[in-house]
């Protein structure tokens, strides 16, 4: 990287902010701010007070995963919300999440097969008890509100959509249980039957236009919730995904459908995806490992499965603030950016969000588990509210594209969480968060080039330098 480009001018860095104020609605957001000219960095340290500064360095060659991209999910809940709002804001935000200009860019989304507790209540595509045949097999319920805010999403999103299904409930009368509720486990008897639903369910979408990414075998099975629950020990999905799964889609034409494992917590992901990985006929049709962010941060287990087995990627595939709506929190988006960075950091390919909009309790959901999202919809005041989340999860998703490379990275200080990647144009990207509650100033240096930056108290940057 030289000091001038193309046309003789000194070499800039473009760059975004979002830095907290008294209230979310006075804060700095996603804002452009004056370029930052480059220069080489022996010019620049030469300032004795310029030298003692934190350093943040960045070497582009020195390159790791290619990025799939960044999203959320449809759920229920999400799309039966957009439907209530009113056409303009309904439209907004499509713009906001999906628009490559005005809004984040979102390529890579999840929704799920069958109810979740973020729908409106339980429901299964194959509802009729014993129907190992899924002769009554129907994603009807889907074309209410989920498939219409997908097929509106696809209009907007400048790539193809990357969609990940995933299930948290078979039909009850496949389970131990009886109900789709409160765990329970896939009946042995009907393994096949349930395999033939992910088949059943792709084909259906993809019939309607909606292309299938991956499907991850269960949403959260080792939790036993109120809500839509099964459970599956590590060798009872590795099974699953060895005789069934894997062999249905396959024998379906189906084979580039990637599936993901454990679709949980980061605190039991190495040792539930070894036990898939270390049998060969199950890890053949693994593409990697999903996980979430409910417990601890074990940011090391991510680095850890990565070292074990470089030939499995890395998901992150649920994550939002649980306990109601948390309207104008700031810490909210810090926890989300926190998140990204370490995951990213560790050779995660891909972070998806949970539920793309809500309403201001945080709803609608059947067994009342309500949560924040980055979008919130006032229903009194028929109006979109955006939260900090929606804001951090933009410094990444509007920055680093789809196919970009993540970069070696570092900072001297541990206030400053940073990570750097490639895109495809050329463009390199530096997204650097203070969490901490004063200023820092440091020298960037990309590549030779640097200059001094200024980072706010509670705070975010992206820092984009063209090809």
């Known amino acids: 990287m030289t000091e001038t480009n193309t046309a003789g001018a000194r070499a800039s860095l473009r760059w975004t902010?979002?830095?907290?104020?008294?209230?979310?609605?006075?804060?700095?957001?996603?804002?452009?701010?004056?370029?930052?000219?480059?220069?080489?960095?022996?010019?620049?340290t030469r300032d004795p007070a310029i030298g003692g500064m934190p350093k943040l360095v960045v070497n582009s060659a020195?390159?790791?995963q290619r990025i799939e991209g960044f999203g959320g999910a449809f759920t229920e809940a999400a799309?039966?919300?957009?439907?209530?709002?009113?056409?303009a804001e309904a439209h907004a935000l499509l713009l906001a999440y999906f628009d490559a200009n005005a809004g984040h860019g979102y390529t890579f989304n999840r929704v799920h097969m069958n109810s979740c507790d973020f729908s409106l209540g339980n429901y299964a595509h194959a509802e009729v008890p014993g129907d190992e045949a899924l002769a009554h097999f129907s994603i009807d319920r889907d074309r209410r509100a989920l498939l219409p805010m997908i097929k509106a999403a696809q209009?907007?999103?400048?790539?193809?959509m990357k969609l990940l299904v995933s299930p948290w409930s078979p039909p009850a009368w496949m389970k131990t249980n009886g109900q789709m509720n409160q765990g329970g486990k896939l009946l042995p008897q009907y393994a096949r039957a349930w395999a033939q639903c992910y088949v059943r369910f792709i084909q259906a979408y993809e019939a309607e236009g909606v292309p299938i990414w991956g499907v991850s075998v269960q949403n959260e099975p080792d939790a036993?919730?109120?809500?839509?629950?099964?459970?599956?020990?590590a060798e009872e999905e590795r099974d699953f995904v060895r005789d069934h799964l894997g062999p249905a889609l396959h024998a379906a034409g189906l084979a580039r459908i990637r599936i993901v494992v454990?679709?949980?917590?980061?605190?039991?992901?190495?040792?539930r995806a070894d036990v898939v990985y270390t049998d060969p006929e199950a890890a053949k049709y693994v593409w990697g490992c999903g996980f979430h962010w409910y417990v601890e941060d074990h940011f090391d287990h991510v680095q850890l499965l990565h070292d074990a087995y470089p030939d499995k990627q890395l998901l992150f595939t649920e994550g939002c603030q649980e306990g109601g709506p948390h309207i104008g929190a700031w810490a909210t988006g810090e926890r989300y950016a926190r998140s990204v960075i370490n995951d990213l950091?560790?050779?995660?390919?891909?972070?998806?969000?949970?539920?793309?909009?809500?309403?201001?309790?945080?709803?609608?959901?059947?067994?009342g588990n309500l949560c924040s999202a980055p979008m919130l919809a006032d229903r009194a005041q028929n109006r979109l509210m955006p939260q900090s989340s929606y804001d951090y999860?933009?410094?990444f998703s509007r920055f680093i594209r789809p196919g970009a490379h993540r970069v070696l990275c570092s900072a001297s200080s541990q206030d400053l969480e940073c990570t750097a990647a490639v895109n495809e144009d050329g463009t390199l990207v530096v997204v650097v968060m203070n969490r901490s509650e004063r200023a820092h100033r440091f020298v960037l240096n990309v590549d030779g080039q640097a200059c001094v930056a200024d980072l706010p108290a509670r705070a975010i940057a992206s820092y984009a330098l063209p090809r």
């Open 62 to 64: 020195r390159r790791f």
């Open 262 to 271: 454990w679709d949980h917590n980061r605190d039991q992901m190495v040792q």
């Open 79 to 87: 799309a039966t919300t957009w439907q209530h709002l009113p056409p």
């Open 17 to 44: 902010l979002s830095a907290k104020g008294e209230e979310l609605a006075s804060s700095t957001r996603l804002a452009p701010q004056p370029d930052l000219g480059l220069t080489p960095i022996a010019h620049l």
């Open 393 to 395: 999860l933009g410094h």
């Open 224 to 233: 036993t919730q109120r809500w839509d629950s099964c459970l599956y020990s």
């Open 155 to 160: 209009a907007i999103a400048p790539t193809p």
């Open 345 to 367: 950091n560790r050779w995660t390919v891909g972070w998806i969000d949970w539920n793309l909009l809500l309403d201001e309790t945080g709803g609608p959901n059947h067994v």
